[in-house]
């Protein structure tokens, strides 16, 4: 079905590659959308594969979102802080990567974003 909605595991791929490259910088260029042509033209990594590169490089992904929050600063208007299971990622981290990874043409726009659970 065709939906701006994401599962659960999507999202979870998005941070596992956020958490990838901020371990690994060199891995940016694998870690595009699945469903287009890399720009790179290097390989993409299925969620499968950042996740055992992950492992790998000594860190812990995780599977699915049991729990998710977002700060923002109101007078500036932006959001400031992601919290997925606990963790805490920058808002404008968060973003970028989202923006590479998630599928279709979902992409957040501006600066001030927020998510919901379906």
């Given at each position: 079905?065709?939906?701006?909605w994401l599962?659960?595991e999507?999202v979870a791929?998005?941070?596992n590659t956020?958490m990838l ?5 060199t891995?940016?260029?694998?870690l595009y959308?699945?469903?287009k042509?890399?720009?790179?033209g290097?390989?993409t ?5 950042v ?5 790998n490089?000594g860190?812990t992904?995780?599977?699915?979102i049991?729990d998710?929050s977002?700060s923002a600063?109101f ?5 400031t ?7 805490g ?5 968060f973003?970028d990567?989202f923006?590479?990874?998630?599928p279709?043409n979902?992409q ?6 927020n998510?919901?659970?379906?």
């Open positions: 079905a065709n939906t701006a599962k659960s999507e791929d998005i941070v956020l490259v901020k371990r690994d910088p891995t940016a260029e694998n959308q699945t469903d042509s890399n720009p790179a290097k390989e990594w299925s969620a499968d594969k996740k055992e590169e992950l492992r490089k860190g992904p995780i599977d699915s049991s998710i977002i600063d007078g500036s208007g932006k959001s802080t992601v919290t997925i299971n606990g963790q990622f920058s808002a404008a981290e973003k990567r923006n590479l990874r998630a279709a979902i957040i726009v501006g600066p001030l974003f998510v919901e659970r379906q």
